[in-house]
């Protein structure tokens, strides 16, 4: 995943990192002058962006001739003409992997 560089010693990505994948990254740095050597241990912690979208619960959801693909899901509700002001008559929930914007669902 990570590659250090004999010479400079920088550490370089190998591969994308995906917070989603893995979280943290510990190692062994070793440094030998071919008689004597050193370790280190390195943790590189991965910190998450926005990168996954917000989708919608669609365990309630209604396949019917409104149905598209362009949508994960279909929500028809139907409600009586006298229905009073403030009923609930639906609870939609979405979910993201992303910690970061979670807090903005
Ligand atoms: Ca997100
Ligand atoms: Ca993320």
Not at 14 to 22: A, F, G, K, S
Not at 25 to 51: C, H, K, M, R, Y
């Amino acid at each position: 995943m990570h590659q250090i560089d004999e010479i400079s010693g920088v550490l370089r990505t190998q591969q994308p990192v995906d917070y989603e994948e893995l979280r943290e990254i510990d190692f062994l740095a070793l440094a030998s002058d071919g008689v004597f050597e050193d370790t280190v241990p390195v943790t590189i912690t991965i910190q998450d962006v926005n990168d996954n979208r917000p989708v919608f619960d669609c365990s309630n959801r209604v396949d019917n001739e409104l149905y598209t693909p362009d949508y994960d899901c279909f929500y028809n509700l139907q409600l009586l003409d006298n229905t009073l002001l403030g009923y609930n008559t639906l609870t939609l929930n979405a979910t993201d992997i992303d910690t970061v914007s979670r807090k903005y669902l």
